[in-house]
């Protein structure tokens, strides 16, 4: 099986497409394989570039623990230079079928290869059932976290996030608490959780705790989620830029339509040859 190795903000997956290669029997058990940093390629999961009735490609992604997630920001960045520099669909601008819906990106080249994709992430969903959460609230702000020293307001960019505003990030509250609140009640199909530093109300610096990953270097969903949650917070303003630990995305919670806007860089690794079970 041919794969790409392909990184968004250090946000790193592989690619199989399904256009020309056949799709995997089992993805979750090969996302669990190929993902593992000692036995395998490496990366925080797997994405299936596959064919789609609805839009230009559908993105199907597993995390690195085998489970199916619904998006990933920077992962769609990556479908979306895939698409255009190998030829499935050459247009600067793309849609995209995910678990969320169908996202459309707008493509920056330069010598014919994508360098940054604009992603359309659409409308925040902020109904505590809908996130899903048990905390209450439509949406649930700044409420206190039964059990943890943390407030927390919670957001869904098509999969779960709990944001927690702090003065500093320290790796207790990434590797500590971010897994116990990952998998905490509260949440019934568990959550991602961002910890985030409001350094000027333009300028939020986050690490995050990926559902099914464990930390990674950017998460492009959770970004979005920030947004919105410094803007319901009153911490940020509707257009942010966020510093994560692989790099920096550009945010932008549009008042006229509702919809998040994020841009960042899409990179193509490597290629190779699975020859793994």
Same mark, same amino acid.
């Given at each position: 099986?041919?794969?790409?190795?392909?990184?968004?903000?250090?946000?790193?997956?592989? +690619?199989?497409?399904?256009?020309?290669n056949k799709p995997p029997a089992n993805a979750p058990a090969l996302s669990r394989q190929i993902s593992d940093r000692h036995f395998g390629v490496g990366a925080?999961?797997?994405?299936?570039?596959?064919?789609?009735?609805?839009?230009?490609?559908?993105?199907?992604?597993?995390?690195?623990?085998?489970?199916?997630?619904?998006?990933?920001?920077?992962?769609?960045?990556?479908?979306?230079?895939? /698409?255009?520099?190998?030829?499935?669909?050459?247009?600067?601008?793309?849609?995209?079928?995910?678990? !969320?819906? =169908?996202?459309?990106?707008?493509? *920056?080249?330069?010598?014919?290869? $994508? *360098?940054?994709?604009?992603?359309?992430?659409?409308?925040?969903?902020?109904?505590?059932?809908?996130?899903?959460?048990?905390?209450?609230?439509?949406?649930?702000?700044?409420?206190?976290?039964?059990?943890?020293?943390?407030?927390?307001?919670? $957001?869904?960019?098509?999969?779960?996030?709990?944001?927690?505003?702090?003065?500093?990030?320290?790796?207790?509250?990434?590797?500590?608490?971010?897994? $116990?609140?990952?998998?905490?009640?509260?949440?019934?199909?568990?959550?991602? =959780?961002?910890?985030v530093k409001v350094n000027r109300p333009d300028d939020l610096t986050m690490r995050v705790w990926e559902r099914g990953s464990g930390e990674t270097l950017a998460?492009?969903?959770?970004?979005?989620? =920030?947004?919105?949650?410094?803007?319901?917070?009153?911490?940020?303003?509707?257009?942010?830029?966020?510093?994560?630990?692989?790099?920096?995305?550009?945010?932008?919670?549009?008042?006229?339509?509702? !919809? =998040? +806007?994020?841009?960042?860089?899409? /990179?193509?690794?490597?290629?190779g040859v699975w020859d793994g079970d």
């Amino acid at each position: 099986m041919r794969f790409t190795k392909m990184q968004g903000c250090g946000n790193d997956y592989i +690619y199989v497409d399904c256009f020309v290669n056949k799709p995997p029997a089992n993805a979750p058990a090969l996302s669990r394989q190929i993902s593992d940093r000692h036995f395998g390629v490496g990366a925080d999961g797997l994405i299936l570039i596959c064919p789609s009735e609805k839009a230009d490609a559908r993105m199907i992604m597993f995390n690195a623990d085998g489970s199916e997630s619904e998006m990933c920001g920077n992962g769609i960045r990556c479908v979306a230079k895939y /698409v255009h520099d190998h030829g499935i669909a050459r247009k600067p601008t793309l849609t995209i079928e995910t678990g !969320r819906g =169908v996202l459309t990106l707008d493509l *920056e080249t330069r010598n014919g290869k $994508v *360098e940054q994709v604009c992603v359309n992430m659409g409308e925040p969903i902020l109904e505590s059932a809908r996130i899903p959460t048990t905390l209450p609230g439509n949406p649930p702000i700044d409420l206190q976290l039964p059990g943890f020293d943390f407030r927390a307001t919670c $957001v869904s960019m098509g999969n779960p996030h709990c944001i927690i505003f702090v003065d500093e990030i320290t790796k207790d509250h990434i590797h500590g608490i971010g897994p $116990v609140i990952e998998k905490a009640d509260l949440f019934p199909r568990k959550t991602n =959780v961002e910890f985030v530093k409001v350094n000027r109300p333009d300028d939020l610096t986050m690490r995050v705790w990926e559902r099914g990953s464990g930390e990674t270097l950017a998460c492009g969903t959770g970004a979005s989620a =920030v947004c919105v949650a410094g803007v319901l917070t009153g911490r940020s303003q509707r257009k942010v830029t966020i510093h994560l630990l692989g790099g920096d995305l550009m945010l932008h919670w549009r008042e006229a339509d509702n !919809r =998040v +806007y994020m841009t960042g860089p899409a /990179v193509e690794v490597f290629t190779g040859v699975w020859d793994g079970d």
